[in-house]
């Protein structure tokens, strides 16, 4: 959980990084910003407020140990030392100047950033933030004339949309530190931010077990457990309402537990067992049979478990649980489908 109140901006750099590989320029201040207050305010609404709601974790790795992460160690210099702020901005743009080795990958403004005071997990610590602002927005200049009002159009930064952004919160070292980041862009764009520049992956917490489990019990059903292996809509609808309800409801997973309140039947048991360490395989993720339920993350995959039975375009029934209540058949005359729908009260 962050906690943004007290955070106090330090200092804030702007490099310029276009396209290596089209043989764009990578354009280096060797100052800061001369900030007036209410620019500072601007910015951290900028900088931060979309990061409200981020909880997901990361920290710095790399291929031979992380002493090789060129950016874990300038950030890491920046934190012991902060007079070297300037210098290792630089080092951090030359960086992810040498990472945009795609022509599609987009130039922008890189602004570094440093803060003092953001709470994290309840622990009071400082921050580096790297930010890439890579759109630019059309806006209306007006201004007063010799005979009344100029207009012109001028292009600008909308503070409401950050394209790429990171904050290195300065705990956890040895771990590569806590990160969080955003990125709004497609996936191969992503790969140049987290994996090419950053170099970082998502931490084995409770977050990451909650999101990787319910993604798993969501690709579960469309892959395994659906008609191919003669398994009905609402028979499908109803293993994600109940995987959803065992995230909702439960403090803490348990693997024994899941699998005799969700999946029952040893059959069902066997098939996901299986499915889970070929996905395991394939996907690269590590599942623990015991962890704390993240309830943010439950909220946000929850949200991605649809529980709706499209019939044609003329109907959506959105099924909440007892499947048993739905009944499927053929009408003998017009050779249509049909369900039956067994309640006891209208509400």
Not at 31 to 50: K, S, V
């Amino acid at each position: 959980m962050l906690e943004f109140d007290n955070v106090t901006l330090n200092s804030v750099i702007l490099h310029k990084t276009e396209n290596k590989a089209r043989e764009g320029q990578l354009i280096l201040s060797d100052t800061t910003l001369d900030l007036g207050e209410h620019i500072q305010g601007m910015l951290m609404q900028f900088f931060l407020g979309h990061f409200a709601e981020e909880e997901a974790f990361y920290n710095f790795c790399g291929e031979v140990g992380i002493e090789a992460n060129e950016v874990y160690n300038s950030v890491k210099n920046i934190f012991q030392n902060p007079d070297s702020f300037v210098e290792e901005s630089k080092k951090i743009a030359t960086k992810l100047y040498d990472a945009g080795k795609h022509p599609k990958i987009k130039d922008g403004d890189l602004y570094i950033a440093s803060f003092k005071d953001i709470v994290v997990d309840g622990e009071l610590v400082n921050a580096i933030g790297i930010f890439k602002s890579e759109t630019k927005q059309d806006f209306l200049r007006i201004s007063t004339g010799a005979n009344g009002f100029d207009i012109k159009i001028e292009e600008g930064i909308n503070l409401n949309k950050i394209d790429k952004a990171c904050l290195i919160y300065n705990t956890e070292e040895d771990f590569g530190y806590k990160i969080n980041i955003i990125d709004t862009t497609n996936k191969q764009e992503a790969q140049y931010w987290r994996t090419d520049f950053l170099g970082i992956e998502q931490r084995k917490d409770d977050f990451y077990q909650t999101q990787k489990y319910m993604e798993l019990c969501k690709d579960f059903v469309k892959e395994v457990y659906n008609e191919e292996h003669e398994v009905d809509k609402p028979q499908q609808i109803a293993m994600l309402n109940k995987s959803a309800n065992y995230f909702k409801e439960n403090e803490t997973f348990n693997k024994q537990e899941f699998e005799e309140e969700v999946l029952s039947q040893p059959e069902v048991i066997e098939a996901f067992n299986d499915y889970k360490q070929q996905y395991a395989e394939e996907k690269q993720v590590e599942f623990r049979e015991d962890f704390g339920v993240s309830e943010t993350a439950a909220k946000k995959q929850q949200s991605k478990m649809k529980s709706v039975l499209k019939l044609d375009k003329n109907f959506h029934v959105y099924i909440h649980g007892d499947e048993s209540r739905i009944v499927k058949g053929v009408d003998p005359e017009t050779g249509m489908k049909f369900y039956q729908l067994y309640y006891e009260k209208e509400e």
